[in-house]
Structures are given as C-alpha cells and as structure tokens.
C-alpha cells in the first residue's frame, strides 16, 4: 500500500483484435471491455487511488467505420447509465475531458447527468477522454490564454507553467504518475502530452477486455520499484 500513484491513466487497447480472434465484430470487443473498465475502477476505489483516466475515444477515433462509432456512442449511453449504481455505491466521482460538444446530443446528456448525480462523491475520481487529444488540449489552452491576454486579465510576462497547466482541461487534476498501454503496442497516442512529461510508462500484451484486477496491480507494483528521479540524481532523490 506504499508508494501508490495517485493518478493512474490508461489507454485501453485491443478491443478490435480481442474480438477478431472470436470471430466477431468489433463492437463485440467494446462491448466486452466493460468489465475490464468496471475491475480498474473497483480496484483504484479499494485502494483509495484518487484518479482514473480512461481514453476512451480520441479524436482520430471519428475516422473508423461508421457503423463502430455509433455503436461505441450507444454503449456509452446504456453503460453510463447500467453503471451509474456502482459509482454511486463505490463513492466515484465522474468527469469527462475532450471536445464534449462534438459528441451525439444522447451522449452528451447521458454523460452530464451522470457527471452531475455523482459530483459530491469524494473517493475515486474516475475521468474519461471523449473526443480527446493532447494537441488538442494544448491548442485549446493556447487559445484561451491568447485570449486572456487580448482581454488584459493575463499578460505574457505572469506565464508559466502551473498557469498553462490551469488552462488546460484537466486544469485542477495532478498530472498522471503511471500511464498503462494495453495490448503490446508501445506509444502514448496523442493522449495528455503536456500532462505526461515525468509520467512513468508501463506497456503489456494483454488484451484490454482480458485485463483484469491483477494486470493492474502488477503495473502498479512495477511503478512502485522505480526511482523518480525527475532530473535529479539517485543520491539527491534520497535525501
């Protein structure tokens, strides 16, 4: 129980090849991640890790088949709401980060009710990426402080840092220490790349409808062994 992240963020992969190898239809593989999504999130509330972030639909996302989105969209609906009594139960707090506008008007209210009955929860912070990017993220920072500046209540010479960081959409959420990439592929996809620069990185094989409870405390554990060492050196870290 020592030394866990607090903010834990995953991109789940291999929903499409998982179902490929039953014969099945992509959505099969969606449908099937549920319960790896349901086990993470019990786990992270057991363990009183305090953030979750699952990308669950980037904006490149929009270019696969028609049919897959609309299907992803409708089981968004129906597990948002299936879910909602489990969250509530487990004390998690739901939020969304990403270009929310964009997503079916079904979507959009299905996700801001439950966003909404769960915002005085105080365990688990549970928050999707919908129609997220991290290039889209900082170019929506970039605007608003443009603006801010064009409207004087900031000026060029106050930024820095922790000022972009508040700009951003996760503006108030510390930035992930462990990020977990499932089904073998080894690159972070355009997902918090401001967030991400002292992020340890953690990539395995399985599947994400096969990764269950004891797939993410091996990762975490993993995380645990590492020296954050964030510039400095072994010996400057263990004074």
Not at 117 to 132: E, K, P, R
Not at 182 to 192: A, Q, V
Not at 210 to 225: G, M, N, P, T, V
Request: proline residues 3%.
């Amino acid at each position: 129980m020592s030394n866990l992240p607090s903010h834990v963020a995953i991109i789940m992969d291999g929903n499409g090849r998982w179902a490929k190898k039953k014969g099945a239809a992509r959505i099969f593989g969606h449908r099937n991640a549920i319960t790896a999504v349901r086990d993470c999130t019990e786990f992270c509330a057991e363990k009183e890790i305090k953030y979750l972030t699952l990308y669950a639909f980037s904006t490149e996302n929009w270019s696969r088949p028609k049919e897959e989105v609309k299907g992803l969209m409708m089981l968004l609906v129906s597990t948002i709401k299936d879910e909602l009594p489990t969250l509530q139960k487990n004390n998690v707090r739901l939020k969304a980060i990403g270009d929310l506008s964009l997503l079916p008007d079904k979507t959009q209210n299905s996700l801001n009710k439950a966003i909404e009955h769960t915002s005085t929860n105080t365990g688990l912070t549970l928050i999707l990426a919908l129609n997220y990017s991290g290039r889209w993220d900082i170019t929506q920072a970039m605007k608003k402080i443009a603006k801010s500046i064009e409207v004087g209540e900031l000026s060029a010479n106050q930024l820095d840092e922790n000022i972009i960081s508040n700009y951003m959409d996760t503006s108030g959420v510390p930035d992930p220490e462990l990020l977990i990439r499932t089904s073998g592929e080894m690159r972070i996809s355009n997902f918090l790349l401001w967030q991400m620069a002292y992020t340890e990185l953690f990539f395995t094989d399985v599947l994400w409808p096969d990764f269950r409870k004891a797939h993410l405390d091996e990762a975490i554990s993993s995380y645990q062994k590492r020296e954050r060492r964030f510039g400095m050196t072994s010996e400057q870290v263990k004074i």
